[in-house]
């Protein structure tokens, strides 16, 4: 079997091939297929359903950047001193659950809650919805983030785009599934605005995949949802298909 699969010329292929210019100019292909980042693939879908209402939901960094400047001389006093002062702020340096839960993954959500400016996030279906830039890093374990490859820190870089059968289990049936599907979702409502329903479906395509659908395609979302489904149900496919993942 293996003697068979590695002489095949499927096996054989190249994933990029290396441009050999003794046979001529060589002519760029195109960028490869890629899946989205986690950051990316969680930021997405948290504007489709939330909005851009999310991007007024800011960690506040400024006063514990102050709190943690030692004025004058670096010595013991000065720096236990400021250490004192984070901890009556309430601060990174009281922040234990982000000590104790380092390596099995960030802080709690829930302790940072109160700590954003510019707006409170949301919280739906047992998350927090704020951009992957204002939540704790690493996420935990079982959130959307790690799950979808999100670095564990522990070196350098350990992120990764790889697919995962969990996964597709949690677009399809988890909080963030729960989220897109919901008719609050800010893409439905928008599509809902719309006077047709190939409109509605036309918005919820733009929103989701860039782009309009073609005659096929949009012929068998009308008829979805003149059989009984409802705009919140195309969302949902949508979000679960690979090209909404993938960047092309």
């Not at 290396?18 to 997405?44: C, I, N």
């Not at 969990?166 to 609050?184: C, E, R, T, W, Y």
């Amino acid at each position: 079997f293996q003697r068979v699969l590695f002489n095949s010329q499927t096996y054989q292929r190249t994933a990029s091939v290396t441009p050999d210019l003794e046979k001529g100019p060589y002519l760029f292909p195109g960028p490869l297929l890629r899946r989205m980042t986690a950051e990316q693939v969680w930021d997405s879908l948290l504007v489709a359903s939330v909005g851009a209402e999310v991007d007024n939901c800011l960690l506040r960094r400024g006063d514990d950047m102050k709190l943690m400047s030692v004025p004058g001389a670096l010595t013991e006093e000065s720096v236990y001193a400021a250490i004192e002062k984070l901890r009556e702020a309430g601060g990174p340096a009281d922040m234990g659950g982000a000590k104790k839960g380092k390596k099995k993954g960030g802080a709690s959500e829930k302790g940072l809650a109160e700590q954003f400016e510019g707006g409170k996030p949301q919280e739906r279906f047992g998350m927090l919805l704020a951009r992957a830039s204002e939540l704790p890093q690493p996420a935990s374990e079982t959130h959307f983030l790690r799950v979808f490859g999100q670095s564990d820190r522990l070196i350098t870089d350990t992120s990764t785009v790889d697919g995962s059968v969990p996964q597709a289990l949690m677009l399809m049936n988890g909080g963030i599934g729960q989220l897109v599907s919901d008719s609050n979702c800010a893409a439905v409502v928008a599509a809902n605005i719309a006077p047709t329903n190939d409109g509605k479906v036309d918005a919820l395509y733009l929103t989701f995949l860039a782009r309009k659908p073609n005659a096929d395609e949009r012929h068998a979302a009308a008829a979805s949802l003149e059989s009984g489904l409802h705009l919140n149900d195309l969302a949902w496919t949508l979000a679960n298909t690979r090209e909404f993942l993938f960047v092309r």
